[in-house]
């Protein structure tokens, strides 16, 4: 479904990913761990080219980039089938719940309008918001306004939904509306892939987890695995320090 190859990312002189390798299989909710720095946005952001890698492969579903050659219809297909959840939400200030979610239908899906609006419609109901379709962003929680950014992404219909720590930026009482939204999608056999800080998520939805320090991925394995009998010192490390 996803097979990235020997992903390597330089920052100037600072190689922030040194040969990253990861296969995910469809319906998969992977959470990438690891302490701040160790590159996870990064390779996130890699995956639908916000961030140009130096060198690998990206494979998504049976499309391939191979990332020292990239051409630009490369990176568009790549994009339409992933979609990102970013840490500050990104909704457009200026357009209401219901307007941001049908941006995507509108211009990349070219849905009309109607059929645009029933489906946004339907997906802001989905993550709780069916009250909220005309409410502007600056009128929302930043729990609502991260809920409106997952309907967005599935909007998309894409083939793997990209979280970057989807819950950061919110305080601590609106943690759980957004995670109990992401648990939900994730039981519909969405392909997921989150950065997230929250452990017992993690533990708990994710059907694999990934380790990272460093700019490489140091163990990957099931929840139970890697949170109970963790073989690398590394991540028995960050483990004692964050539980
Ligand atoms: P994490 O998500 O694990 O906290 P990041 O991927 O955000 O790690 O960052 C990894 C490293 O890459 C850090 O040292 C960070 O400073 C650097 N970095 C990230 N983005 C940029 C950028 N746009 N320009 C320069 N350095 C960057």
Redesign the pocket.
């Known amino acids: 479904m996803i097979k990235l190859t020997q992903i390597k990312k330089t920052?100037g002189k600072?190689q922030?990913l040194k040969g990253i390798d990861l296969t995910v299989q469809k319906g998969e909710v992977v959470a990438i761990l690891?302490p701040?720095?160790?590159?996870?946005?990064?390779l996130l952001r890699c995956i639908n080219y916000l961030e140009r890698p130096n060198d690998g492969e990206i494979t998504v579903d049976d499309f391939t980039v191979n990332c020292k050659k990239p051409h630009k219809k490369d990176i568009h297909t790549l994009r339409q089938k992933t979609a990102m959840v970013f840490q500050q939400y990104n909704l457009f200030r200026h357009k209401t719940a219901l307007e941001n979610v049908m941006e995507g239908l509108v211009i990349v899906k070219k849905l009309t309008k109607e059929d645009a609006r029933k489906r946004s419609i339907e997906l802001l109901e989905k993550v709780g918001l069916g009250a909220k379709l005309d409410a502007y962003p600056s009128q929302l929680s930043g729990g609502q306004q991260q809920r409106v950014g997952i309907a967005r992404a599935l909007a998309l219909n894409p083939e793997v939904i990209l979280f970057d720590e989807p819950t950061s930026a919110l305080d601590p009482e609106l943690v759980g509306e957004v995670l109990a939204v992401i648990r939900k999608i994730a039981k519909e056999g969405i392909t997921m892939i989150i950065?997230t800080h929250e452990m017992s998520f993690a533990q708990d939805v994710a059907s694999h987890v990934v380790f990272?320090d460093g700019g490489v991925i140091v163990e990957e394995g099931r929840p139970n695995d890697i949170f109970n009998s963790p073989k690398e010192e590394r991540t028995k490390q960050f483990l004692k320090r964050i539980t």
């Open positions: 920052f600072n922030v690891g701040s720095g160790s590159g996870k946005t990064t950065v990272m």
